[in-house]
C-alpha cells in the first residue's frame, strides 16, 4: 500500500512540522535569530508579547485547522510548551 498525500502525519513528524512553524513564527514575529528559538527557551526571554501571540496564534489555527483557546495557552511559558499543546490541540 502507497502513502498518499492524504495519509496523515505520525506523531513524530507532526511534531517536527508543528515545531517548524511555531519557529517560524517566533522568527518572524519577534525579531529573534532562529537559533535563539529552542525549545527551553522562554516566551519572555525572546520577546514575544502578547501582540505577537496573537498573530502567531492565527498562523497556526490557519495553518492546522484548529481553535486555540486562550485557556490552552495559558500554561505555555517556552517553545517547547506551545510546541506540545499545539500538538496536543490536533490530536485531540
Known sequence: MSETAATPP????????????????IVEFAEVDAAEVTPSATLEELDVDSIDLVEIVQVLEERFGIVIEQAHMKDVATVGDAIE????????
Open 85 to 92: 499543546a499545539i500538538v496536543a490541540r490536533i490530536d485531540g
Open 10 to 25: 505520525q506523531a513524530g513528524e507532526l511534531a517536527e512540522e508543528v515545531s517548524k512553524v511555531v519557529i517560524d513564527c
